[in-house]
């Protein structure tokens, strides 16, 4: 029963992904490309949670952590860029 919650959820995942690509590709701002490619990480992120919950390992929450961090960096670094124009000051 706890595989086909796990597809399930996979599923959802991934179709949320699509919508993601979506956005990214006919955004109509760069605003809204930063906030899909985002929302996009945080996919990613579940989908590897999901994937080590179904495997039994702890490996996978490490990358979902490393995941996440480089998310977080390059969500900051694109919005210092569309504000001031230079990452690094």
């Known amino acids: 029963m706890i ?3 796990l597809y399930f959820a ?3 995942f991934g179709v949320g992904l699509l919508f993601n690509l979506y956005r990214i590709a006919v955004g109509p701002q760069a605003a809204d490309r930063i906030l899909a ?3 996009m990480v945080i996919n990613v992120i579940a989908l590897i949670v999901l994937y080590g919950i179904q495997g039994g390992t702890a490996t996978y929450y490490e990358a979902s952590m490393l995941v996440a961090m480089v998310g977080f960096v390059s969500t900051v670094a694109y919005c210092r860029f569309l ?3 230079d ?3």
């Open 3 to 5: 595989d086909m919650a």
């Open 10 to 12: 996979m599923g959802c």
């Open 37 to 39: 490619l985002d929302t």
């Open 83 to 85: 504000l001031r124009g």
């Open 87 to 89: 990452i690094i000051e």
